[in-house]
C-alpha cells in the first residue's frame, strides 16, 4: 500500500518541491460554502451563501466588517477565519490610532498574508484552513483581494472560492469588462446572479445568502435581509433551474475523488466541521 | 490493513482538507449526556441530563453559574467544561471590574471560540473535547450560543447537544416558533418536554436532570429540585413510554459503528471518562 | 496484527471521542489498594487497606492529613498521590495565611481537579495515575469527593475505589441512606464492615488497615492501631470467610484480561510499581 | 517497496553527504515560473513571466523593488519570496539610517543567504522555496546575485531560473559577452528574447511578463505595460513559434519526471501553490 | 512479532494502566550489586557488596555520607545515585543553616522522592535508575528508609536491595524481631552475616563489603577495612560454602531471563555499565 | 530490506560506537570541490579549485580572509562554510579590540572545533557539512589546520580535502619534507602543481583555481587571476594529461558508491547544492 | 528482522534495566587509541598512543594539561574529550581564584562525572563519547580516575582505556603491586612497556606516543619527543616483535564483530571520525 511519506508535516518538502500540507489546507477552502467578491472604480461587493445549520439556528457569520472601509467574505475553516478577521481589525485600530488615517487595504493583506506565511514553516503549527477576500476602499480606489492558505494574495477585478465555486467563476469571466464601470446597484445584481450559480438549482433567497457593500461615501456595511431579498425580487434572480449544471458536476467530482481517500465519521453529503 | 495517517496530530490537514482530531473531539460531544437551551425574548432555559454515577453519588454538575446574567451547559468531556467555565467566570468579574457594566453574552463567546481555536493549532495541545451552551440576558435581549470544540460557534433560538439529542432537536424544530414570544413556564416546560425525548423511554424526574433559568428582572440560577419536580408534575411530562423511539436508534447505531471501531478497556454501555 | 494507533499520546483523540491515554491512567487506580470513604451529617471516614510489602517494612502511607479539617485517602500510583497531597497541603496554608480561614473542601477539590486536566492536554506530560477521595468538614458541613485522573471530581456520599472495590460499593449501596444520620461510631464500623468486604477471605486486621476521621470538634487523625483493633474486636468485623466471595471474582477478571494484554518484567500476582 | 529514510527532516545527512530536504527546496524554484536577470558595466534588467490566474485576477508581484539601488526577481514559493524581499527592505532602511548611506549590494546578498542557511540547520523549520535573483548598483557598480534556498549566493552576469529557464541560459550564453559593454535598450532587448525562449511557443507580450530596470541615474523601477509592450513590438520579439523547442522538452521531461513521483490532489498541468 | 507499544515513553500508560519504563528503571536497581540496611532503636548500619572491577582499581563508592545523622546506600546506576546523594547533601547543609537543627530523615526521604517522581512525568527525562537506602537518626530515632526509582518510599526495619538481595531478605526476615532491641555489635554482625547471603558462595572480606554505621552519640561513618576484617574473623562470617544457593537460582533465572531479551555488546557475566 | 535504525539522528550512538550523521557530514566534506594547504616556516597557501557553473556565473568564492593574519579554504557545503568564516571574522575583531593583539590561530581553531561539536550534540540542529583550512601566522609561527564536521581538528605541514584530494596528498606526501624551508615562491608552485592533480586531466588555468598566501610581512592575499596564471605559465604546471590518473578512480570509485545508495533529483555528473 | 527498540533514545530503558545508548557510548571509547595511566605514591605518568593520521599531519592530542597538578589522557571522540578538558580548566581557575588554593583532584572528577550524568538524562543530548584518565596530585597524595561517558568514575592504581588496552591492564596487573614504591623512572617505564603491549607487533617510537608526568614538585608537563625516545632506547623497550599478540586477537575480534553491525562509509581498518 502505497504511503506519501511527505505530506504530513508542514516543514517537509516533497522531492518535486512542494508542501502538501499548505495544499491540503487549500482543499478546506474548497469545502468551505461559496463567497464571491466584485470590485467596480467606486465599489466592492462581497456575497456568500450561509445556509443556517438548522431551522433553529441562525446563520454562520461569513462576512465581516474590519473597519468602516475594510470587509471581508471566508470560506473555510470559521474559527481560523474569525481568528483572522478580529486580527485584521485590531491591526486597522492600531493604525488608525498612530497615523489618524485608514490602513491601506494592500498593506493590511500584505500584513495577513505574511501571518499565513508563518504557519507555513513552523513544525509545531499548521497552515490557517481559510480563503479570504478582503475588499475595502482607500486613497488608491477600490480593491478586492484573494488571501490564501499559502500565504500568498492575489489581486482580482472579481473572485469566487469555496464549494462550486467554478460556475460563479465562469458567470463573472463573461461579465467582468463591465465591472469596473458598473454601478453599485449593476454590482449588487451581478453578485447576487453569480452567487445563483453556485447553488446547483437551489432557489436563491435572502436567508441563504449574505451581501455587503463598501464604496465611495459608503462605509462597509451588510444588506439587511429585506433589502437582499427585495433585490433578488427585483431582479428576478431567484432562478429555480440554475443554468450552471454542467460546471458544477466537475468541481464537485473533484471533491469526491479527494473525500473518497478520507476516513471520517461525518456524513458524506455534508461538509465536515461546519466550514 | 488501512492506516489512517493524518487523524493522529491536530496540526496535520489530510488532503480533503480536513482535521480529524478537531472532528474526533466533536464526537466527545456527542458521547456526553444531553443538554438543550431553549430562548425567548426574555428569558433563557438551559436543561441537562444529569444522572448520578450510583446511588451513592450526587450528579454530576453539568450547568454552571457564569455571572448573573449568563450560564452555561455543557456535554463532552466534564473536566475540559469545568476550566472553560471557570475561563469565563473570570473574563466576566475582569469585564465588569474595567467597565463597570456587564460583558455582552456575544463577546464572552466570541473569547471562548478563540481560546479554543488555538487548541487546534498547536501541536502539543488538544482541541477541548466539550461543547457548551451559552445563555445569557445583555443589553441586546437574551442570547443562546452553542460553542464547539473546533473553535466555531452559532447563535441558536433553540439546540440540543450530547447522547440522542437528535430527538430533542426534532421536538424543538416543531415548536421553535412558538418560542419568541413564549412566557417563562411554558419555556421551562418546552425544555422539559424536550429533554424528555433524549431518554428513551426512562421517566423524566428530577433528580436526572438540571433546569436553569435567566431572564429579565432575573439572574440566572439553577431551579432546585422541588420546584423542577413540581413542573413535571404539573406538566404531567414524566412519560413513562417516551415517544422518541424512532429518532434515537438511528443515533445510537452512529455511535455504536463508531466505538466499534475503537478498542479499549470501559465497558460498551457506559459512556467512558464520564462525560 | 491490529494497532491501536490513538493510544499512545495523552493529546490524541480516538475517531469515537476518546482520550485512552486518560482511560488507562484510570486503570492505575483500579490497581491500587482499595480505599473507602463515608460521610455522615457530622464526619467523615476514610479508611484504606494497606498490607506491608514484607514483614521487614512499615505499611505505606495510603491517607494523609491535608489540613486540620481535610484529609485524603489515595489509590493508584503512591508517588503521584503523595505529591498532589503535598499540593493540597500548601494551598490549604496558604488560603489560610492568606484569608485566615479555612480552605473550604470543595474549593480544594476543584483546584486539585485543574492540576489534573492540564495533564490532559498536554503532549510532554501524563495524566495523574491516582484516585483521590477527599474528606473534609467545613461551614457547609461534612464533605466527600472523588478526584479523577481525568480533572474530574464527583461528590458522595460514600464512595470506595481501588482493588476489589465493587464488593465495598455493594454493601455500601445496601446501607448509605443511614449514612447521613449515622453516629460517629457507627460510620467507623461501616467503614470497616466495607472494608472488609475488599479482602477476599483474608482476616481484617488492624496491621492491614488505616482508618481515619474528621468531624465536628474532631480535627482530621489517623487513628492508632489498638484502637482500630479494639473497634475490629468489639464489632466482631474480622469475618474471617467473607461474604464478597461472589462480586470480586467478576472485578478481578476484569483486571486479569487486562493484564494480559500487557508485558512487562514484574510477577502476575503482585501489583506493579507497588501501588 | 523503497523508502528513503534521509530525506524528510532537514537536519538529517544522506550516508553520501546530501541535504535532500535542501534539494527538495531548490525543486520549488524550478517549478515557478521564469525569471531572468542580466547586468551591463552600467544597468541591470530583471524580468519575469507572470500570468494572471484568470482573467479576473492581476498578475501576482515576482518583482520587487528593495530600495533606490536595489530590486529583487523571485522564483518558487511566492509567500517565501514576499517575506524575504520585505527583510531586505527593511535592512536596506536601517542600514541607511545608520549610515546615512546605501547598503551595498553584495553585503545585503550576504545578509540574505545567512537567513537562508539558519531554515536548513533547525529541525523546527524548513528551507526557503524560492530563488531570488537580487540585482543592484552600488559605488562597486552593477551586481546581478542568485539566492539559493540553501543559504548560497553566486554572482552572475546574466541568470534564468524557474519552470524551462534552461532555453533563456543558452540564449544568454551564446550573446553574454556582449552584455557587459551593452546599451540599457540591448540590455532589455535581450532580456525579452532571452524570457521569450522560456514561453514555449507562446506569444510574448506585455500581459504576461515584467520588466524592471536600475542602473546609473536610474532608480530602481518596473517598467509600466505600455512601454514594454513598445519594445516588444519595436524589437518584433514576440515571435509565435519559438526556437527554444528543442532545449524545452528537456527541461520539462526532467520536472514531469519529478512531478510523477508526487501524490497531490493539484491539477498536472498547474504549478502547485501558484508558484 | 510481537512489538509493546506502550513501553519506550516514560510518558505512557499501558492500556492496564502500568508505567512501563518507570517498572524497567526498577530492574537496574535488581541489576546492581547487593545493598542492606537495618535498624535498631539507637543505630542503623548500612552494608554494601563493592567489588573492584579489577585489582588495579579501587572499590567504587556505594555508600555515601550525606550529614552526620544521615547516610546512604546506593543499588543501580552509581551515576544517578551520586546525582541524588550530593543532592541531599546540599538539602541537608541548607535546611542546617536556615534552620540552625538537623533536616529530619523523613523529610529528607519525601524531598528525594518527589525528584524522582518528576523524572516519572516528564517525556524528556528517564527515571533514576537507582535505589536508595537512606539511615539516619533524628528526634524521632532511627530511621532506615527506601527509596525507589518509581517516586515511591518506604520505611524499613531492615532491607536488601540489588543483585541476589532475596537471600538476604530471606535472612534478616528470620531474624528482624531482634533488630529492634540489638545492640550496636549484633546489628552489624546481622548486617555481614545477610550481606554473605547475597555472595553466592563467594568468601565475604573486607575487600568486597563496605560497612557504615550511625547512631545515638555515633556520627555516620563508614567503618575501615581493618575494623571489617577484624568483625568478620571474630564472628566467623566468612563462609565458604554459602547456605543461600537454594535462593539464589531462582532470582538469577529472572535476571537471565529478562536479559535475553536485550541485545547488547557487553559480557553475559558482567553486570553492565558496572552498576 | 535492511533499515539502518541508527544513522538518522545526530545524538544516537550506533552499537559500535559510532555517530553516523557525523561521518555523513563529512562525506560532503568530500563532495566538496578541492582546496589544500601547504605551510613553510613563513608563509602559508592556500589553494581551491572553483569552476564557475556556467559562463555566466563568476565563481563561487572557497576562500575568505578572516583577518590580516589569517584565512580560510572550504570545501563542502558552501553555506556553512560561509556562515563559519564569518563566526571566525567577528571572533578576530573582538580579540583584537578587546586585547590590542592578534588572536593566535590555534585558538581561533578550538573556538571553531567547539563550535562545530556542539552541532554534534543537539538533537535539534546538524553538524556542519563543511571541512575548513585555517592558515595563519602568529607569534609562534605559521600555522595550518583542518577543522573537520565532528569538532576534530588537525595541524597540518600540508592538506588536502575535498573531490578527488587523494592525488594531491599523494603529491605532497612526496615532496613535505622540503616544505618547512620552501621559498614562499616554492611554496605556491607546490600548491599549483597539487591542486593539477585533483583535476583529472582538466587543464589547470587560473580561471579554475584560487589560490592565496599569508606570510610574515605579508597580510592574507587572495592573488589575482593574471598573478596565478604567470605562475602557472611560468611552472609549466598546465599539464593537459595529468599523471594523476591512476589515483584519482579509486577515489572516485568511492564517492559513485555511496552516491548510489542515495536517491535524488540531481544528476549523477554534477555534486549536488554547489558544495 | 529483529529490531531492538529501546537502544535509540538515551532516555529509554529495556525491559531488563539497561541504557543501551550509555552502553554504546562506552564503545566508541573502546575504539579510541590506547591511552594508560599509572600511579606511585609521588607521581602520576599519562601515556598514549597518537600516530599521526598522515606524514603531512601532526599528531593528535590526546594528552591535555588542565592545571599545574593535574592533567588528562582522553580515548574516544576528541572533540568531547577537548570540550571536557576546557570544562575542567576553567573549573580549576575558578576554584583557585575563590579559594587561593588548588582544586582536588576527587572533587574535579566529580563535576567532571556529574556534567556526564546529565547527558545521559535528557532526551535532547547524547552521552559524551570519550573516557578521560584524570591524574593529579593534591594535599591527600596522588590520584589516577578513569572518567567513563555513564557518569561513573572510578580511582585506580593503574588503568588502560582504548584499542587494544586488554594487553596493557594485563601487563600492569602482573605488575601493580610495585608501583605505589616505584621511583619516578620506574613508572614512566612500566608506562612504555605497557604502552608497547597495545601495539600489536609495531614499533614503539617517541613519534607514535606521548608521555606526561606529574608528581612531587613536578608541575604536570608533557615530556618531549627528545626525552621519550631516549628512555625507549635506554630501557630497549622498542619491541619489534611484541609479546602481546596473544591478548590483542581476542579485543580485536570483538571490536571487529560489533563493527561488522554496522554500516558505513567510512573503511574498516581506519577508526572512524578519528577517535
Given at each position: 500500500?502505497?504511503?506519501?511519506?511527505y505530506d504530513t508535516d508542514v516543514t517537509t518538502w516533497?522531492?518535486?518541491?512542494r508542501l502538501f500540507q499548505v495544499e491540503y489546507a487549500m482543499e478546506a477552502v474548497?469545502q468551505g460554502?461559496?463567497?464571491?467578491?466584485?470590485?467596480?472604480?467606486?465599489?466592492?461587493?462581497?456575497?456568500?451563501?450561509?445556509?443556517?445549520?438548522?431551522?433553529?439556528?441562525?446563520?454562520?457569520?461569513?462576512?465581516?466588517?474590519?473597519?468602516?472601509?475594510?470587509?471581508?467574505?471566508?470560506?473555510g475553516l470559521t474559527a481560523d477565519g474569525r481568528v483572522l478577521?478580529?486580527y485584521?481589525?485590531?491591526?486597522?485600530?492600531?493604525?488608525?490610532?498612530?497615523?489618524?488615517?485608514?490602513?491601506?487595504?494592500?498593506?493590511?493583506?500584505?500584513?495577513l498574508a505574511d501571518k499565513a506565511q508563518v504557519c507555513t514553516q513552523r513544525s509545531w503549527k499548521r497552515p490557517y484552513g481559510v480563503g479570504l477576500?478582503?475588499?475595502?476602499?482607500?486613497?488608491?480606489?477600490?480593491?478586492?483581494?484573494?488571501n490564501c492558505p499559502s500565504g500568498n494574495?492575489?489581486?482580482?477585478?472579481?473572485?469566487?472560492?469555496?464549494?462550486?465555486?467554478?460556475?460563479?467563476?465562469?458567470?463573472?469571466?463573461?461579465?467582468?469588462?463591465?465591472?469596473?464601470?458598473?454601478?453599485?446597484?449593476?454590482?449588487?445584481?451581478?453578485?447576487?446572479?453569480?452567487?445563483?450559480?453556485?447553488?446547483?438549482?437551489?432557489?436563491?433567497?435572502?436567508?441563504?445568502?449574505?451581501?455587503?457593500?463598501?464604496?465611495?461615501?459608503?462605509?462597509?456595511?451588510?444588506?439587511?435581509?429585506?433589502?437582499?431579498?427585495?433585490?433578488?425580487?427585483?431582479?428576478?434572480?431567484?432562478?429555480?433551474?440554475?443554468?450552471?449544471?454542467?460546471?458544477?458536476?466537475?468541481?464537485?467530482?473533484?471533491?469526491?475523488?479527494?473525500?473518497?481517500?478520507d476516513?471520517?465519521?461525518?456524513?458524506?453529503?455534508?461538509?465536515p466541521m461546519?466550514i
Amino acid at each position: 500500500m502505497f504511503r506519501n511519506q511527505y505530506d504530513t508535516d508542514v516543514t517537509t518538502w516533497s522531492p518535486a518541491g512542494r508542501l502538501f500540507q499548505v495544499e491540503y489546507a487549500m482543499e478546506a477552502v474548497k469545502q468551505g460554502s461559496a463567497a464571491i467578491g466584485l470590485r467596480s472604480k467606486t465599489h466592492v461587493v462581497l456575497a456568500s451563501v450561509n445556509k443556517a445549520n438548522s431551522e433553529l439556528s441562525s446563520h454562520q457569520k461569513k462576512i465581516f466588517k474590519v473597519d468602516d472601509h475594510i470587509g471581508v467574505a471566508i470560506a473555510g475553516l470559521t474559527a481560523d477565519g474569525r481568528v483572522l478577521s478580529r486580527y485584521m481589525r485590531s491591526e486597522c485600530i492600531n493604525y488608525s490610532y498612530s497615523y489618524e488615517s485608514k490602513l491601506p487595504v494592500g498593506r493590511l493583506v500584505v500584513q495577513l498574508a505574511d501571518k499565513a506565511q508563518v504557519c507555513t514553516q513552523r513544525s509545531w503549527k499548521r497552515p490557517y484552513g481559510v480563503g479570504l477576500l478582503v475588499g475595502g476602499l482607500d486613497e488608491s480606489g477600490a480593491h478586492l483581494y484573494y488571501n490564501c492558505p499559502s500565504g500568498n494574495y492575489f489581486e482580482y477585478q472579481a473572485f469566487a472560492m469555496g464549494s462550486r465555486s467554478q460556475a460563479a467563476k465562469t458567470y463573472m469571466e463573461r461579465k467582468f469588462e463591465t465591472f469596473t464601470e458598473s454601478s453599485r446597484e449593476n454590482l449588487i445584481k451581478d453578485a447576487l446572479f453569480a452567487l445563483r450559480e453556485t447553488l446547483q438549482g437551489e432557489k436563491l433567497t435572502s436567508s441563504i445568502c449574505t451581501v455587503a457593500v463598501v464604496g465611495v461615501d459608503e462605509s462597509f456595511h451588510i444588506l439587511d435581509k429585506e433589502t437582499v431579498q427585495a433585490l433578488i425580487n427585483e431582479f428576478e434572480i431567484a432562478g429555480e433551474e440554475a443554468p450552471a449544471n454542467e460546471a458544477a458536476p466537475q468541481d464537485q467530482g473533484g471533491d469526491a475523488q479527494a473525500g473518497a481517500a478520507d476516513q471520517g465519521p461525518t456524513d458524506q453529503g455534508v461538509a465536515p466541521m461546519d466550514i
